[in-house]
T-cell receptor, first 112, second 115 residues
Framework: ETGVTQSPTHLIKTRGQQVTLRCSSQ?????VSWYQQALGQGPQFIFQ???????GRGNFPPRFSGLQFPNYSSELNVNALELDDSALYLC???????????FGNGTRLTVT | GNSVTQMEGPVTLSEEAFLTINCTYT??????LFWYVQYPGEGLQLLLK?????DKGSNKGFEATYRKETTSFHLEKGSVQVSDSAVYFC??????????????FGAGTTVTVRA
């Protein structure tokens, strides 16, 4: 059983640029969530996708956007990068309500 | 709003010592409570959970009891091993899809167990 995989593992971008992070969900999972984890803090919910539609959103500005594809993989896009966007971005998948989240190892984004 | 406050680390223990990590919460509604663990170089993993008051979650020798009267969900293990060294996160979610939706995490507690 393949777990949740994220790419790339590390990324360095310049302020004002755009970035796309990718996530392949675990086999059989139709729900994907994205979290931002700043250094020394707990993860913060960005949004969740269920069957290709956004299913809930945390307190993040519109420049954070996402997609989910028919194979349930997902992308997180961040426009107009700011220094504070530097963080570990975590993707998690599940097979729906009342099932546990399975997290990937994350993408470490550094904005300079 | 929903928030979780957990004991600040780092915590350093000797093998076979007793571990407690305190966690208290504030929630609008009736939350489900979770403990997640992040081992070095790995992703977050669900350690245990409880979905209603007085429920006890348990796994790998760890236990936590959902205490509604004190809004707490403290994590305990009676005898830790070096392999328990990790970062531990307390979390909650509220709502009809509470088991996997919009988790609110604490800041995490780093635990190091020395042989």
């Amino acid at each position: 059983e393949t777990g949740v995989t994220q790419s790339p593992t590390h990324l360095i971008k310049t302020r004002g640029q755009q970035v796309t992070l990718r996530c392949s969900s675990q086999s059989g999972h139709n729900t994907v969530s994205w979290y931002q984890q700043a250094l020394g803090q707990g993860p913060q919910f960005i949004f969740q996708y269920y069957r290709e539609e956004e299913n809930g959103r945390g307190n993040f500005p519109p420049r954070f956007s996402g997609l989910q594809f028919p194979n349930y993989s997902s992308e997180l896009n961040v426009n107009a990068l700011e220094l504070d966007d530097s963080a570990l971005y975590l993707c998690a998948s599940s097979s729906g309500s009342h099932s546990p989240l399975h997290f990937g190892n994350g993408t470490r984004l550094t904005v300079t | 709003g929903n928030s979780v406050t957990q004991m600040e680390g780092p915590v350093t223990l000797s093998e076979e010592a007793f571990l407690t990590i305190n966690c208290t919460y504030t929630a609008t509604g009736y939350p489900s409570l979770f403990w997640y663990v992040q081992y070095p170089g790995e992703g977050l993993q669900l350690l245990l959970k409880a979905t209603k008051a007085d429920d006890k979650g348990s796994n790998k020798g760890f236990e936590a009891t959902y205490r509604k009267e004190t809004t707490s969900f403290h994590l305990e293990k009676g005898s830790v091993q070096v392999s328990d060294s990790a970062v531990y996160f307390c979390a909650l979610s509220v709502g009809a899809r509470s088991n996997d939706y919009k988790l609110s995490f604490g800041a995490g507690t780093t635990v190091t167990v020395r042989a």
